[in-house]
T-cell receptor, first 112, second 117 residues
Framework: KQEVTQIPAALSVPEGENLVLNCSFT??????LQWFRQDPGKGLTSLLL?????REQTSGRLNASLDKSSGRSTLYIAASQPGDSATYLC???????????FGKGTKLSVKP | GAGVSQSPSNKVTEKGKDVELRCDPI?????LYWYRQSLGQGLEFLIY????????KSGLPSDRFSAERTGGSVSTLTIQRTQQEDSAVYLC???????????????FGPGTRLTVL
């Protein structure tokens, strides 16, 4: 059974710092991996999608990498801003129905 | 264009009542997913539709839960005889599902927060 783990559960950094969020999964047979952002009381905003054949994806200050064989992904946020404060969720897609399996998230707080 | 929409945004009901939650996917998206996010729990997959068909309903938590999708668009999730443990945020997502591909990017709606008293 696929399990997704995110470390750390919470992270607080001063504005301007570069940071890395970690995601690991137990079954490397995935089709893709998606990173999301969730603001309090809101739905999920898709940040990056990495297909299983890809090693990384970039969008603005965000860079996500994927090492499928070792079951790991990282989300790198450059020059963090208070507006980046949110919970970041990692999800893998490998089920027969295309459903996502989520980690429990990393709650990020960026202090001004 | 418009994203995934869900209604109502909040629903408070009494234990034992039935509730109906609605999801309107992105236009042209053939795949639709329901998930549940409970306090302290992660996101849990409930059911998937390709077009109007749900091939596997085993992810639904109990037989009090049912879902349907008509016209390949709007979907409703119905919970009968609600229990307090049903309290959660119910999220809907859609994806292209083009050519039978299940593995496109999923886009989520804002969710329905259900509270069962």
């Amino acid at each position: 059974k696929q399990e997704v783990t995110q470390i750390p559960a919470a992270l607080s950094v001063p504005e301007g710092e570069n940071l890395v969020l970690n995601c690991s999964f137990t079954d490397s047979a995935i089709y893709n991996l998606q990173w999301f952002r969730q603001d309090p009381g809101k739905g999920l905003t898709s940040l990056l999608l990495i297909q299983s054949s890809q090693r990384e994806q970039t969008s603005g200050r965000l860079n996500a990498s994927l090492d499928k064989s070792s079951g790991r992904s990282t989300l790198y946020i450059a020059a963090s801003q208070p507006g980046d404060s949110a919970t970041y969720l990692c999800a893998v897609n490998g089920g027969s129905q295309g459903n996502l399996i989520f980690g429990k998230g990393t709650k990020l707080s960026v202090k001004p | 264009g418009a994203g995934v929409s869900q209604s109502p945004s909040n629903k408070v009901t009494e234990k034992g009542k039935d509730v109906e939650l609605r999801c309107d996917p992105i236009s042209g998206h053939t795949a639709l997913y329901w998930y549940r996010q409970s306090l302290g729990q992660g996101l849990e997959f409930l059911i998937y539709f390709q077009g109007n068909s749900a091939p596997d309903k085993s992810g639904l938590p109990s037989d009090r839960f049912s879902a349907e999708r008509t016209g390949g668009s709007v979907s409703t999730l119905t919970i009968q005889r609600t229990q307090q443990e049903d309290s959660a945020v119910y999220l809907c997502a859609s994806s292209l599902g083009v050519g039978g591909r299940l593995y496109n990017e999923q886009f989520f709606g804002p969710g329905t927060r259900l509270t069962v008293l």
